[in-house]
């Protein structure tokens, strides 16, 4: 019998639908080419160690890798290093840069440094508030209410009803945030409810970014629209409004919720469909003058291995909110864990315990929210493609990110 030699091999734990198996991953031409329980033979081949495992690569649906004119406080080299060292493989370039992406130029622009810099495999955004949107974006994000950079859609329903493809928006009313800038709960609700509404008469793909309220989640649940998709983030998991009355560093929008919201987002998590970052980094002087945003990268998919470790969620949710739901609602052709997929994995040591300490990462953000926690569960290796990318916390070779394929498109 003729055994095909594959390009590699990781040999050892791995978690394939909702099951971990002993067996075999091979990888040609930076692609799942099978996964087996019968040993297979390759080029080079990498074991998987004892409490280590294979997932897939994280695709991060929210991610802020500034630049432009604001590369003192990221830029897409720095973030998307960061990015492979936490396990995000895939991450979604959010467009309010400074310059905002708004037109072709600007785009262009965009993708041009992507091709130079990018470590991590990426989607492009375009902002859309007014203008006509580019034909050209991954996917195009609407701001109901000034964020970073204060640009923000005066109609919403007409700014969705243009845009092109899968729409990102940032829930949170203008009017309301006006009279009150602290951003309350009913800041969230209302524009989430008129969101909602735009969407049953649209009719197109939608996207809700970091829901953070009880009455949110309730709002999106009880419709039950299947084009419409949300996502939380781990700092709405993890912290709460109290985190933010001893540490003014974690000032974001929305704004850390009471307790009460955040333990309503553990209840419902089956139910949520992705989970991702809202990476948002800032100097800490920026910080201290008042900005909001809260770099993730490398925390985010830690944390939640973590909560599998504490009986808090199990690993099927996380392979599902972090990467296989994000690849399917997003349209992403060539992502997913299965045979003829790109070839993004991940071996975590579940056993690992470590430290949280900013001054190991890669972001230049400098600081972290969870500065000092200790973590149980550690990303000791990511694989892009076929290529190791990422080996216990050191980034191997240069810049070899590329641009994510859309259903629809060669």
């Known amino acids: ?6 390009d590699l091999v990781i040999s050892g734990k791995f978690f394939l639908k909702e099951r ?3 067996g075999y991953i091979g990888v040609n031409d930076g692609k799942i080419s099978k996964f087996s329980l019968r040993k297979l033979k390759g080029d080079n081949e990498i074991r998987v160690g004892k409490g280590q495992l294979v997932l897939p690569g994280m695709i991060d649906v929210h991610v802020h ?3 432009f004119e604001e590369s003192y406080k990221e830029t897409i080299e720095s973030g998307t290093k960061a990015a492979i060292h936490g396990g995000v493989t895939t991450v979604f370039d959010m467009p309010n840069t400074k310059p905002p992406i708004m037109d072709e130029r600007t785009l262009k622009m965009r993708e041009y440094i992507f091709r130079k810099k990018s470590y991590a495999d990426y989607a492009l955004g375009f902002l859309i508030a007014g203008n006509e949107p580019s034909k050209n974006a991954d996917f195009y994000k609407i701001f109901m209410g000034a964020s970073t950079g204060g640009i923000y859609s005066r109609n919403f329903k007409e700014d969705y009803s243009k845009a092109p493809g899968i729409v990102s928006v940032h829930a949170e009313d203008y009017e309301l945030i006006r009279r009150y800038p602290n951003r309350p709960p009913i800041v969230e609700i209302r524009a989430i409810e008129k969101a909602l509404s735009a969407s049953k008469e649209v009719k197109k793909k939608l996207h809700i970014c970091h829901v953070s309220t009880k009455e949110g989640i309730e709002l999106i649940l009880k419709d039950k629209l299947e084009w419409v998709s949300f996502e939380v983030t781990p700092h709405h998991l993890f912290l709460t409004k109290k985190d933010f009355e001893k540490n003014k560093l974690l000032k974001v929008y929305p704004p850390l919720r009471d307790e009460e919201h955040r ?5 419902k998590l089956k139910h949520v469909p992705i989970i991702a970052s809202d990476h948002a980094p800032h100097t800490i002087e920026d910080k201290e003058a008042g900005a909001a945003g809260l770099p993730e990268l490398e925390t985010e998919l830690h944390l939640l291995l973590d909560a599998v470790n504490k009986g808090l969620l199990t690993l099927k949710d996380v392979v599902e909110k972090t990467s296989l739901n994000p690849a399917r609602i997003f349209g992403l052709k060539n992502k997913g864990f299965e045979e003829g997929k ?3 994995l991940i071996i975590v040591d579940m056993k690992k315990e470590w430290v949280v300490k900013p001054e190991n990462f890669y972001t230049k953000a400098g600081w972290s929210p969870y500065e000092g926690w200790k973590i149980r569960g ?3 290796m990511t694989i892009l493609r076929g290529e190791v990318v990422m080996e216990n916390d050191e980034i191997i070779g240069k810049p070899r990110g590329e641009r994510v394929v859309r259903e629809g498109q060669a």
């Open 65 to 67: 890798l500034r630049d």
């Open 1 to 6: 019998m003729l055994v095909r030699i594959v």
């Open 378 to 380: 550690k990303v000791i």
């Open 263 to 267: 333990r309503y987002l553990w209840e």
């Open 342 to 344: 790109d070839a993004d």
């Open 20 to 22: 971990i198996f002993d």
